[in-house]
C-alpha cells in the first residue's frame, strides 16, 4: 500500500486530497493544525488507512518532531497543500501589509521547504519518491498581471525553492514538482472561482499518481498542462 503524507488535510484541496487517496487505497498520514477540530477530517479517520497528526508547519520543531515519529516510514508521496492567502485588500502597491506578508512567507515557503527537509529521508527510501508544492500560477513571473504582492511573491519564492531541491535531491531518486490546483472554490479562491474542489483534485489525483523522474523540476497545472516560470 503506498504512503502519501499531505498537509493542510483538515479543509478545501487538502481534505478533498486525503478523501481521494484514501479510496484510491493509498495509506494518508493527514496533517492539520488543529485535526481535533476539524469534524470533517475526523470522520475520514475512521478509515483505518487514514491517520491524523496535528501539524503547524509554521513550527518548526513540530515538524521535526513529526518526522521522528515516522521515522522508519516510506511516504511515497508528500504533498505540501498547507499554504495562506493573507489580508486579499492589502496587496497592492503603496498599500501592502508587511506584517502580513511575513506570516504568508512563513505558511508558503519556509513551512513547505522545511517539512522537505524533514521528510526528504522518508521519501527517498519509498518506491515512488515525488514531492509536490500545491504552488500556484500567481507565482509565475513570465505571466504575472502586477497586485496580489503578498501572496504571489511567497508562491514564485517556492517556485524557486522546488528548482533548487529538484536538483539538489535528484542523486537521492526523488522527484520535485510545483503544481497549480487553478482557480478553485475554497474559502481562498471564492465561490465565483472557475473550478469545483472535485475538479480540481480529481485533476491533481491523475498528475500526481503518474508522475516520474522525468518530471523532475516541472511546474504543472491540476490538468497536466505545463506552467512557465
Not at 17 to 42: H, Q
Not at 61 to 77: H, Q
Not at 137 to 143: A, F, H, L, N, P
Not at 167 to 194: C, F, S, Y
Request: aromatic share 6%; net charge negative.
Amino acid at each position: 500500500m503506498p504512503t502519501t503524507l499531505i498537509t493542510g488535510a483538515s479543509r478545501g484541496i487538502g481534505l478533498a486530497l486525503t478523501e481521494r487517496f484514501a479510496n484510491e487505497g493509498w495509506r494518508v498520514i493527514a496533517c492539520a493544525r488543529t485535526p481535533d477540530k476539524a469534524k470533517a477530517l475526523a470522520a475520514l479517520a475512521e478509515d483505518d488507512r487514514v491517520s491524523t497528526h496535528g501539524l503547524d508547519v509554521t513550527h518548526h520543531d513540530d515538524i521535526v518532531n513529526l518526522a521522528a515519529t515516522l521515522d522508519g516510514t516510506p511516504i511515497d508521496l508528500l504533498i505540501n497543500n498547507a499554504g495562506i492567502y493573507g489580508d486579499k485588500n492589502r496587496q497592492s502597491f503603496g498599500d501592502i501589509d508587511y506584517a502580513s506578508w511575513l506570516e504568508v512567507l512563513q505558511v508558503n515557503l519556509l513551512g513547505p521547504v522545511k517539512v522537505a527537509e524533514a521528510f526528504a529521508t522518508h521519501v527517498a527510501t519509498s518506491d515512488r519518491k515525488i514531492i509536490a508544492m500545491l504552488s500556484s500560477q500567481m507565482g509565475s513571473i513570465t505571466e504575472t498581471a502586477g497586485g496580489g504582492y503578498v501572496y504571489r511573491t511567497s508562491k514564485a519564492a517556492l517556485n524557486m525553492a522546488v528548482k533548487s531541491m529538484a536538483e539538489d535531491l535528484k542523486g537521492r531518486g526523488i522527484t520535485l514538482v510545483a503544481l497549480h490546483p487553478g482557480w478553485v472554490q475554497t474559502d481562498m479562491g471564492g465561490a465565483n472561482a472557475a473550478l469545483s474542489v472535485g475538479q480540481s483534485t480529481a485533476g491533481l489525483y491523475r498528475v500526481l499518481t503518474g508522475l516520474g523522474p522525468a518530471d523532475n523540476g516541472r511546474f504543472l497545472q491540476y490538468d497536466g498542462a505545463e506552467i512557465p516560470w
